[in-house]
């Protein structure tokens, strides 16, 4: 039997787990403006704490669809913890408040759509392909900027921007 406090952690790439939730409109009526706040201010520190873990990102998304009103994306190396977060965010306005309409979970990784170096290389014009000083300092760029490529695909540093587009695949 496996310990379930072992961290779950990828050999390479990063968890990343989109919530989508319906807010019960009845049941937040139900609670008092003094809960009400108290579930705000739960909520908010909620997302500090998780936006203060190291490695670890967490979007809040306002939903612009009848299927849900609130989202979150969260991005982590540890699968276990991904998911007590989750269970603490679909909690935190209260019990029975959010209800889930849509999760996604995937793995962040490596294109497999990435240029090599000799077909970048033919891209070249004749005068940089066959001058090797030149070749070299041409394929040292294209190297540096693969990696950082690489880097941003496996470990995404995601902005927090107002309006977001997501497309499952």
């Not at 909520?43 to 609130?70: C, F, H, N, Y």
């Not at 190396?77 to 309409?101: C, F, M, Q």
Request: net charge negative; glycine share 4%; hydrophobic share 35%.
């Amino acid at each position: 039997m496996t310990d379930k406090n072992t961290a779950l952690v990828p050999e390479e790439g990063w968890h990343c787990l989109h919530l989508f939730y319906r807010i019960e409109h009845g049941q937040w009526q139900l609670l008092s403006c003094e809960e009400q706040n108290a579930a705000k201010t739960n909520l908010s520190s909620l997302v500090q704490e998780v936006r203060a873990m190291e490695s670890t990102q967490l979007l809040t998304l306002g939903m612009v669809t009848p299927k849900a009103d609130i989202g979150f994306m969260l991005i982590m190396p540890d699968l276990h913890n991904a998911s007590r977060i989750e269970k603490r965010l679909s909690l935190s306005l209260g019990a029975d408040v959010l209800t889930p309409v849509y999760s996604y979970l995937s793995l962040t990784e490596e294109s497999e759509y990435i240029t090599t170096e000799e077909e970048y290389a033919q891209t070249l014009e004749a005068s940089v392909r066959n001058d090797p000083a030149k070749l070299g300092e041409a394929l040292t760029t294209f190297r540096e900027r693969v990696k950082h490529y690489r880097q941003e695909r496996v470990y995404p540093t995601v902005p927090d921007w107002p309006v977001v587009c997501f497309y499952n695949m």
